[in-house]
């Protein structure tokens, strides 16, 4: 935009942006005026809502009042339409905003009027939705046209109570909305101000100009900018004809009425935006006058600012040695001085930068990882030592080579092919960002072998933002690839040793749980068979003398049958075996729960399909183990045992509201409490198992397993 520009009209731009700051100057404080008339207005508005707000509230309590006085009188409560109070009729002057006094029966239908005494139906009656029958107190009906004037109304109801405390009917004052509109704090605003009523259905009830028009009719402008959502406030809003209004706001107490003050925006800012006209025109014609003196200096200056360019020309194509002396004003002279000191600064960086590329050579040469830099068709323009050994390539046979060379078969991690668009280098040259840590298996053909390397890419870009180069650099991870295998390796025969001591443990659970149920368990039921032989075949004489004993001796049998029955369900519960996981948990929390007397809950449904018979086995040890701990350490209330499958993995919880303690303080092998033997089984299963507890917050013990999903069952 700029470019072959003469120099007058870069002294024009120099006036202009040196203009800015003054026009930044008046913009600031034609905005502070705005801020001003905003927050002036924004307090007048505020304060005129919450005056019209009591003015409002002084007049309903003036009516409630005069209510309250009616509905005391009982020729008001009595409801009779031929002896009606002649007090109606005198009170109906008391407010000038008032039309009319009348009292209604439950049904809604009028008895008394102070328009028409004992007429049928009222010149200007309340509205008959009756709130007050309802609210059993003062309340405000729905605005509605008079049945007679025609006019806009608001009733204001009391309930009348009978001699049982019921409500009989009411009696209403009919407020004339209109002659309500002419409030006493309109002339306090601009001609423009309004001052309104608004429902919190933003339906206007009053308003100080052409209430005609206005009463009834919805405000969807302030609906849609939430302006009720708070008891009082200020917002900008368009009023229902398109203009947009500061509005302050205030609650009538005791009512779901807003009074509103607002002032048209445009009338709040007309001085601010007058003045700010006037001042950039000012500014304007300043800035004209600065560029006619700015045409006068160009001429003065333009022969010597030539003079340097063409010695900086000569400079650019090389000519270092070059010398300026030119004429004109001292700040030229100044201009030519800097410029040969330019000359000699570029004459010492390039000495410094040739310098230091041959020190970055050395360096690059010298490092232990391969460092290969391509061009931007990815071919191999330069490269290390390390490179050239890690591939075992020499520097003829690795220059113009690519990484998707067929001759190098790069795989991936997992053994398949990598595909060539795929690889650092292209993705760099391809994005334009750099590309970290991607692991690649390359075959060098000169020793039959292939290597494991963790490559980067750095891309380089021209002035053009182009990619010219990327910066290649890559380590060999084939000893470290060996070490974590061998790991792996390691670990899945800790794995399989492991699972087959659960297996072994399992198996003689089972012998004993056998021996103790045919040996032990039988003779203790003849036992207690022979004893109750025993106790028919004894004479009165030898009952009376040793059937206590005998008593004894079968309820300690019968309880030691229970302990044995006990031990069997630990060493081996039968429900694991035929019913699952689920089934087992539930009938080992029963027994737990009728042992100990603590509440023991269960949830979760068994795993479909069922887990291999070792993982049911794990798990259900697993949960043996903490609930034990939960029973005996935790000092807890409830305990809940929670069985959940999501997403392919099965969560099993063991939690207590017990006293819980501080992990940190555990020690490693945390024998106690059985934790090396429940990490053991997680292990065996290639499950996570964790310990969530603090002190006073209770323990969880959670297991999490990856499991086959559900089949999906189609209808």
């Given amino acids: 935009?700029?470019?072959?520009?003469?120099?007058?009209?870069?002294?024009?731009?120099?006036?202009?942006?040196?203009?800015?700051?003054?026009?930044?100057?008046?913009?600031?404080?034609?905005?502070?005026?705005?801020?001003?008339?905003?927050?002036?207005?924004?307090?007048?508005?505020?304060?005129?809502?919450?005056?019209?707000?009591?003015?409002?509230?002084?007049?309903?309590?003036?009516?409630?009042?005069?209510?309250?006085?009616?509905?005391?009188?009982?020729?008001?409560?009595?409801?009779?339409p031929s002896r009606c109070d002649h007090l109606l009729v005198e009170m109906h002057g008391?407010?000038?905003?008032?039309?009319?006094?009348?009292?209604?029966?439950?049904?809604?239908?009028?008895?008394?009027?102070?328009?028409?005494?004992?007429?049928?139906?009222?010149?200007?009656?309340?509205?008959?939705?009756?709130?007050?029958?309802?609210?059993?107190?003062?309340?405000?009906?729905?605005?509605?046209?008079?049945?007679?004037?025609?006019?806009?109304?608001?009733?204001?109801?009391?309930?009348?109570?009978?001699?049982?405390?019921?409500?009989?009917?009411?009696?209403?004052?009919?407020?004339?909305?209109?002659?309500?509109?002419?409030?006493?704090?309109?002339?306090?605003?601009?001609?423009?101000?309004?001052?309104?009523?608004?429902?919190?259905?933003?339906?206007v009830i009053a308003r100080s100009v052409q209430p005609e028009k206005w009463i009834g009719r919805q405000m969807p402008a302030f609906q849609l900018h939430h302006v009720f959502d708070s008891e009082q406030g200020v917002k900008r809003v368009l009023d229902g004809d398109g203009v947009e209004r500061i509005c302050g706001f205030r609650r009538v107490a005791g009512t779901n009425w807003y009074a509103t003050a607002s002032i048209p925006v445009e009338d709040v800012l007309a001085p601010a935006v007058h003045n700010?006209?006037?001042?950039?025109?000012?500014?304007?014609?300043?800035?004209?006058?600065?560029?006619?003196?700015?045409?006068i200096l160009a001429r003065r200056i333009s022969v010597p600012v030539k003079f340097i360019a063409e010695a900086t020309r000569q400079a650019g194509a090389g000519n270092l040695e070059l010398r300026i002396e030119p004429g004109g004003?001292?700040?030229?002279?100044?201009?030519?001085?800097?410029?040969?000191?330019?000359?000699?600064?570029?004459?010492?960086?390039?000495?410094?930068?040739?310098?230091?590329?041959?020190?970055?050579?050395?360096?690059?040469?010298?490092?232990?990882?391969?460092?290969?830099?391509?061009?931007?068709?990815?071919?191999?323009?330069?490269?290390n030592r390390s490179a050239l050994e890690l591939l075992g390539l020499s520097d003829e046979q690795i220059l113009g080579k690519t990484s998707f060379d067929p001759e190098w078969n790069v795989v991936r991690e997992d053994g398949t092919p990598f595909p060539a668009s795929q690889h650092p280098v292209p993705q760099s040259i391809a994005t334009g960002r750099p590309v970290r840590n991607v692991v690649m298996g390359v075959y060098r053909p000169a020793t039959r072998e292939r290597i494991w390397l963790e490559v980067n890419a750095i891309p380089l870009f021209d002035a053009d933002n182009a990619v010219k180069q990327v910066i290649c650099t890559f380590s060999d991870l084939t000893e470290r690839r060996l070490s974590q295998q061998r790991r792996r390796d390691y670990a899945g025969q800790l794995q399989s040793l492991l699972r087959r001591?659960?297996?072994?443990?399992?198996?003689?659970?089972?012998?004993?749980?056998?021996?103790?149920?045919?040996?032990?368990?039988?003779?203790?039921?003849?036992?207690?068979?022979?004893?109750?032989?025993?106790?028919?075949?004894?004479?009165?004489?030898?009952?009376?003398?040793?059937?206590?004993?005998?008593?004894?001796?079968?309820?300690?049998?019968?309880?030691?049958?229970?302990?044995?029955?006990?031990?069997?369900?630990?060493?081996?519960?039968?429900?694991?075996?035929?019913?699952?996981?689920?089934?087992?948990?539930?009938?080992?929390?029963?027994?737990?729960?009728?042992?100990?007397?603590?509440?023991?809950?269960?949830?979760?449904?068994?795993?479909?399909?069922?887990?291999?018979?070792?993982?049911?086995?794990?798990?259900?040890?697993?949960?043996?183990?903490?609930l034990n701990n939960a029973s005996k350490h935790a000092r807890a209330s409830v305990i809940l045992v929670s069985v959940n499958i999501a997403a392919g993995q099965l969560v099993l919880t063991v939690a207590d509201d017990g006293a819980g303690f501080d992990s940190a303080s555990l020690p490693p092998d945390a024998s106690g409490i059985g934790l090396p033997t429940m990490r053991e089984r997680a292990l065996a299963i290639s499950a996570k198992l964790a310990i969530v507890t603090a002190v006073g917050e209770g323990t969880s013990v959670v297991v999490k397993l990856q499991v086959p999903a559900a089949p999906v069952v189609h209808p």
């Fill in 1 to 80: 935009m700029f470019r072959n520009r003469p120099i007058v009209f870069h002294l024009a731009a120099l006036v202009l942006c040196a203009m800015i700051p003054l026009l930044g100057v008046i913009a600031y404080v034609v905005y502070d005026r705005m801020l001003t008339d905003m927050e002036r207005t924004t307090a007048e508005v505020a304060g005129v809502a919450a005056s019209t707000a009591d003015e409002t509230e002084q007049l309903l309590l003036h009516a409630r009042r005069l209510l309250s006085l009616l509905a005391a009188r009982p020729q008001v409560r009595a409801l009779d």
């Fill in 329 to 383: 004003p001292r700040e030229i002279a100044g201009v030519a001085a800097e410029f040969n000191r330019m000359l000699a600064n570029r004459r010492q960086a390039e000495s410094a930068l040739h310098d230091r590329e041959e020190y970055f050579r050395t360096l690059l040469a010298e490092l232990h990882i391969g460092v290969l830099v391509q061009n931007s068709a990815a071919a191999i323009v330069s490269s």
């Fill in 501 to 626: 001591l659960m297996e072994l443990q399992e198996q003689e659970r089972r012998y004993l749980g056998r021996e103790l149920h045919d040996r032990i368990g039988t003779n203790l039921s003849a036992l207690l068979l022979s004893l109750g032989i025993l106790r028919t075949r004894m004479s009165p004489e030898s009952m009376q003398e040793l059937g206590p004993r005998i008593s004894d001796l079968e309820t300690l049998l019968r309880e030691t049958i229970v302990h044995v029955k006990d031990v069997l369900a630990d060493v081996h519960p039968p429900a694991l075996s035929e019913l699952g996981l689920m089934a087992a948990l539930s009938h080992y929390v029963r027994s737990l729960a009728t042992r100990s007397g603590l509440r023991i809950e269960i949830e979760g449904k068994e795993p479909t399909p069922r887990l291999p018979e070792f993982v049911e086995i794990a798990l259900f040890r697993i949960a043996q183990e903490a």
């Fill in 94 to 203: 008391y407010l000038p905003q008032l039309t009319n006094l009348a009292t209604f029966d439950v049904s809604g239908h009028p008895v008394c009027t102070a328009l028409a005494p004992g007429a049928t139906a009222p010149e200007d009656g309340p509205v008959y939705d009756m709130p007050a029958v309802a609210a059993r107190q003062f309340a405000i009906a729905t605005p509605a046209i008079g049945h007679t004037s025609k006019k806009w109304i608001a009733s204001l109801e009391l309930p009348l109570l009978d001699a049982s405390g019921g409500v009989s009917g009411v009696v209403g004052i009919a407020l004339d909305l209109a002659k309500f509109s002419q409030f006493r704090y309109a002339n306090s605003l601009p001609s423009a101000g309004v001052i309104a009523i608004v429902d919190e259905n933003h339906e």
């Fill in 276 to 295: 700010a006209k006037i001042s950039i025109t000012l500014v304007l014609a300043a800035a004209a006058l600065a560029a006619a003196l700015c045409a």
